[in-house]
């Protein structure tokens, strides 16, 4: 079966730069697709077919691709990107549907 | 502006079937592109995609997942539903909806508030 790998936790200072991948075997075929989620709410969206950004994300949020694993980039990391964050992508079948990562803990120092 | 919005009930026993109605607003499961999707997340843990259904009335659902899980829409009522069978208390998990658009892929780009299911005795 589809599955995703993420870090379990990422750690940077403010300002810095962070960097979050995600990892499976479908990634070479399939777009990825990467959320935040804060505590007690819903997901939203950052990044779509790996490297777009909805228009209402700041342009700090990058999304890259490279073989089997997928970066989300976050650059000048600011304390309200303290989150966990999700890759999401599809298998190669077709048939099934996508599976999320396991999600990152970004803390902010 | 596009709102989702689930409902369902906050308790169910162990072996019942869970019903789950996501009626949405500011679209149509009608439009080429439009889908609604399916997501859980127990307490504490990951996201876990469930299933998806097109505007085509195509649908995807997780291979873990697939014997247990129907998804149907109305599209007069705005309405998606979901219907798990055999419900367990490791099912128990905020379940949420979300729409995948026209211009993002199969990526979900608003979601409900999510609706807690607490599968107990």
């Known amino acids: 079966s589809h599955e995703l790998t993420q870090p379990p936790s990422v750690s940077v200072s403010p300002g810095q730069t962070a960097r979050i991948t995600c990892s499976g075997d479908a990634l070479a075929n399939q777009y990825a697709y990467w959320y935040q989620q804060k505590p007690g709410q819903a997901p939203v969206l950052l990044i779509y077919?790996?490297?777009e950004r909805p228009s209402e994300i700041p342009d700090r949020f990058s999304g890259s691709s490279s073989g089997t694993t997928v970066t989300l980039t976050i650059s000048g990391v600011q304390a309200e990107d303290e989150a966990d964050y999700y890759c999401q992508s599809g298998d190669n079948s077709g048939t099934f549907g996508d599976v999320f990562g396991g999600g990152t803990k970004l803390t902010v120092l | 502006q596009i709102t989702l919005k689930e409902s369902g009930p906050p308790l169910v026993k162990p072996t019942q079937t869970l019903t789950l109605t996501c009626t949405f607003s500011?679209?149509?499961?009608?439009?080429?592109?439009?889908?609604v999707g399916w997501i859980r997340q127990p307490p504490g843990k990951a996201l876990e995609w469930l299933a998806l259904i097109y505007w085509t009335d195509d649908k995807r659902y997780s291979p873990s997942l697939k014997s247990r899980l129907t998804i149907t829409k109305d599209t007069s009522k705005n309405q998606v539903v979901l219907t798990m069978t055999n419900m367990d208390p490791v099912d128990t998990a905020t379940y949420y909806c979300?729409?995948?658009?026209?211009?993002?892929?199969?990526?979900?780009?608003?979601w409900g508030q999510g609706t807690m299911v607490i599968v107990s005795s």
């Open positions: 077919k790996d490297g």
């Open positions: 500011g679209f149509s499961l009608s439009t080429s592109g439009v889908g």
């Open positions: 979300a729409q995948t658009g026209v211009v993002t892929g199969d990526a979900f780009d608003i």
